[in-house]
C-alpha cells in the first residue's frame, strides 16, 4: 500500500562538476527503478542539479530552509527561494541541524509548516541520541519529536510528510539499527501518529529509516513491515552504493 521512497542527502558534499556527474549516472540508472526517489544537494548545487533531474523520476529535495518566508536573515535560505529553483521537497529536523545547530521543536515545526503552506513534500527527521537510548528513552524521544514537529499539522497537510527515524549514534558511524529494533520504532512512530491522525493515516504514512544505509543491509531493513524506505548520507554520494540502495 504504501510506496518505497529512497532520498538522498549529500549534506555538505561535491563541487558543480562533481554533482552533476552523479545526478546524471542516477538519472541514467535509476529510470527504471520502481520506488520513490529524491537526492538533497547542498544549496549552491541545487540549480544544476535541478536542470539535471527536471522531468525525471527524481525529485529535488533541500537539506535545510529558514523558518521565514524572507527578511533580514543573513546565511539563511527561504521556501520562496527553495521554491524558484524547482525544489519539491525539505529535509528538516536532520540529527546534525538539532545537536550541531541547536535546532528545537519548536524551530523545526514553524519550518515544516511553512514548507507545507507553500506545497512542498516535507521529510522530518527524528531519532535519539545513545545515551538516551541505553536509558530506554528511545521511544519517548521519537515521540516528543514527532507529536511536537507535526503540531498543528492538518491531516490533508500530513499526506505531504514523511518520517525518517535516524538513531543519532548510527548517523555516520557504520553502527546500524538491526532490522528488528529499527522496525520496533517505526512501529511506535506509527502509532503516534495513529493517535494524532487516525488508523488510516497510520497506515499510509511513509516511515524512511536512516543510520548507515548501505546496499549491504539495505534489503534486510525494507523487508520489514513498517520500514518504507530510507535517507541515505554517505552512501548516496557514489551511484555504485546508492543506486543498489534504490532498486533494493
Keep these: ?11 555538505m558534499h561535491k563541487t558543480r562538476q562533481e554533482a552533476a556527474e552523479l545526478a546524471q549516472a542516477l538519472v541514467a540508472q535509476l529510470k527504471d527503478g520502481k520506488h520513490k526517489y529524491l537526492v538533497a544537494p547542498s544549496f549552491t548545487l541545487l540549480e544544476t542539479v535541478g536542470k539535471i533531474v527536471a522531468g ?10 529558514a523558518p521565514e518566508e524572507q527578511g533580514a536573515h543573513t546565511g539563511e535560505v527561504s521556501v520562496l527561494q527553495l521554491k524558484d529553483l524547482g525544489v519539491q521537497a525539505v529535509i528538516l529536523g536532520h540529527s546534525e541541524r538539532r545537536h550541531l545547530y541547536k535546532e528545537d521543536d519548536a524551530l523545526i515545526n514553524k519550518k515544516v509548516k511553512l514548507a507545507l503552506k507553500h506545497d512542498l513534500e516535507v521529510i522530518l527527521c527524528v531519532g535519539e541520541l545513545l545515551e538516551e537510548r541505553e536509558a530506554g528513552k528511545a521511544e519517548a524521544v521519537c515521540e516528543t519529536q514527532t507529536v ?22 548510527a548517523i555516520g558511524t557504520g553502527k ?23 488508523e488510516e493515516a497510520a497506515k499510509k504514512i511513509c ?3 536512516g543510520g548507515s544505509v548501505k546496499p549491504e543491509n539495505a534489503a534486510q531493513l525494507m523487508a520489514k513491515p513498517n520500514i518504507d524506505g530510507a535517507l541515505v548520507g554517505g552512501a548516496s554520494l557514489k551511484a ?6 534504490a532498486k533494493f
Design 148 to 169: 511536537q514537529g507535526l503540531a498543528g499539522v492538518t491531516a490533508e497537510e500530513l499526506k505531504r510528510v514523511t518520517i525518517a527515524y535516524e538513531p543519532v549514534w
Design 176 to 198: 546500524t539499527a538491526t532490522p528488528e529494533d529499527a522496525d520496533a520504532i517505526h512501529a511506535f512512530i506509527r502509532k503516534v501518529i495513529a493517535r494524532l491522525y487516525g
Design 240 to 245: 555504485d552504493t546508492f543506486v543498489p540502495i
Design 1 to 11: 500500500m504504501r510506496q518505497y521512497f529512497i532520498a538522498g542527502n549529500w549534506k
Design 207 to 209: 516511515i524512511q529509516y
Design 56 to 65: 525525471t523520476n527524481i525529485m529535488l529535495g533541500a537539506q535545510n530552509m
